[in-house]
């Protein structure tokens, strides 16, 4: 357990519908990242936030998707009109000033029917 | 792309030293050299990092080359717990991972 947590864990819904995850990074750590991982790849990165800044985006990050943390604590991912497509494994880690090291939370396995 | 390049796959025995490989010829001076694992279905999870020395922790050493163009992983007792995927990256700071297909690493009775 690295301290970074995530929920849900599983998502399952169907094709349309929105969804939310949420992300608890280790407590104090001030960088937040999302990366979205599909079977039998490394993951890939979204998104990163510096306290609630968002400070850079993937190109893979359509206009469905928004991120958010409000008060740079947790952070939430939400996916609207989701695809069959956007069926993955998405992470969250959080990194402390001067560690320079990510520690990544569990998971979310999101399966759109 | 991801700047490194790792085998696909490797086996170990059980109670053997796994040596997992990376290259990375392009490294460039300010970026460290990081390892993580994925056992299935869990998050990635971190081994160990370096710049330019060798370093040692309770998981596992990294041994850079001096040209800093390669770099390995070395599990000195595996057991069965560490059969996962490996992920080589390089980076400054820590900040843009770019994760490669890893090393599949199968620990054997």
């Known amino acids: 357990d690295t301290g970074v947590s995530q929920d849900p864990r599983h998502k399952i819904t169907k094709r349309g519908q929105n969804v939310t995850f949420r992300c608890d990074p280790i407590?104090?750590?001030?960088?937040l990242y999302w990366y979205r991982q599909t079977l039998g790849q490394g993951p890939e990165f979204l998104t990163y936030?510096?306290?609630?800044?968002?400070?850079?985006k993937s190109r893979l990050l359509s206009d469905r998707f928004s991120a958010e943390r409000p008060k740079g604590s947790f952070s939430t991912l939400e996916i609207q009109r989701t695809e069959q497509g956007d069926s993955a494994m998405y992470l969250c880690?959080?990194?402390?000033?001067?560690?320079?090291?990510?520690?990544f939370g569990p998971g979310t396995r999101l399966t759109v029917l | 792309d991801a700047k490194t390049t790792q085998p696909p796959s490797m086996d170990c025995a059980e109670g053997r030293a796994a040596n997992l490989p990376c290259n990375h010829s392009?490294?460039?001076?300010?970026?460290?050299v990081y390892w993580y694992r994925q056992i299935h279905s869990q998050g990635p999870q971190y081994i160990i990092h370096?710049?330019?020395n060798n370093e040692t922790n309770e998981m596992a050493s990294l041994i850079i080359t001096e040209d800093r163009k390669s770099s390995t992983l070395i599990l000195p007792h595996a057991t069965l717990r560490d059969t996962a995927v490996y992920y080589c990256?390089?980076?400054?700071?820590?900040?843009?991972?770019?994760f490669g297909p890893g090393t599949r690493l199968s620990v054997l009775p």
């Open positions: 880690a959080s990194e402390g000033s001067g560690t320079d090291t990510q520690y």
């Open positions: 370096g710049l330019k």
């Open positions: 936030f510096q306290n609630e800044a968002q400070l850079e």
């Open positions: 990256i390089v980076d400054n700071y820590g900040q843009n991972f770019v």
């Open positions: 392009t490294i460039s001076g300010n970026e460290y």
């Open positions: 407590s104090e750590h001030n960088r």
